[in-house]
């Protein structure tokens, strides 16, 4: 992926989000993991999401958040616009991810990670009153992210797991059992 002109770079690692200004480009690259982009186009703020799963399992205190869960990474988020004087639904809202990374591996009837990750991200966003503008989800591969904030454009490259990769994780699920 190459860096835009005059816009400073951020890499979002999973479990990681960003919310900034005109200057800024947002990327990543997912797999089964989901990213949310909020993009307010008259003040040209925006933040991007990089999460792991919908939710937690365990229960934790409220103010503790954490972006390696959806929930909590889209309210982190939202807080982090409001602060910077951004109302969240005025966003548009941008869907990323939830790719099958080894689609040789499954049942046909499994629902995958990156299926609920991408179904709990829709649902969040409705339930916020957030309107989705557009997504690329599920499918086989990863997907390179590249967000605009100054624009609200992003790109999203869909790449297969090459045969070296589904070779690694047959081989490694082989040495687990």
Same mark, same amino acid.
């Given at each position: 992926?190459?860096?835009?002109?005059d816009?400073?770079?951020?890499?979002?690692?999973?479990?990681e989000?960003f919310? %900034? $200004?005109? !200057?800024?480009?947002?990327?990543?690259?997912?797999?089964?993991?989901?990213? #949310?982009?909020?993009?307010?186009? &008259? *003040?040209?703020?925006?933040?991007?999401?990089?999460?792991?799963?919908?939710?937690?399992?365990?229960?934790?205190?409220?103010?503790?958040?954490?972006?390696?869960? %959806? $929930?909590? !990474?889209?309210?982190?988020?939202m807080?982090?616009?409001?602060?910077?004087? #951004?109302?969240?639904?005025?966003? &548009? *809202?941008?869907?990323?991810?939830?790719?099958?990374?080894?689609?040789?591996?499954?049942?046909?009837?499994?629902?995958?990670?990156?299926?609920?990750?991408?179904?709990?991200?829709?649902?969040?966003?409705?339930?916020?009153?957030?309107?989705?503008?557009?997504?690329?989800?599920?499918?086989?591969?990863?997907?390179?992210?590249?967000?605009?904030?100054?624009?609200?454009?992003?790109?999203?490259?869909q790449i297969?797991?090459?045969?070296?990769?589904?070779?690694?994780?047959?081989?490694?699920?082989?040495?687990?059992?």
């Amino acid at each position: 992926m190459t860096r835009l002109k005059d816009l400073m770079d951020i890499f979002l690692q999973p479990g990681e989000l960003f919310v %900034g $200004d005109a !200057a800024f480009q947002i990327r990543t690259i997912l797999g089964s993991c989901v990213s #949310i982009t909020l993009w307010h186009p &008259q *003040a040209c703020v925006g933040g991007m999401s990089h999460f792991l799963l919908p939710t937690r399992t365990e229960p934790v205190a409220a103010q503790v958040l954490d972006g390696r869960y %959806g $929930d909590e !990474a889209l309210r982190w988020m939202m807080k982090d616009l409001k602060a910077a004087g #951004i109302n969240p639904r005025q966003c &548009q *809202a941008k869907i990323f991810g939830g790719g099958n990374m080894f689609p040789d591996q499954m049942r046909a009837s499994a629902i995958t990670v990156g299926q609920r990750n991408g179904e709990a991200a829709r649902l969040m966003l409705q339930n916020q009153g957030i309107e989705v503008l557009s997504e690329s989800l599920f499918g086989v591969g990863h997907r390179q992210i590249i967000f605009n904030v100054s624009n609200g454009d992003v790109w999203s490259r869909q790449i297969r797991p090459s045969q070296l990769e589904v070779a690694a994780e047959i081989a490694a699920e082989r040495c687990s059992s």
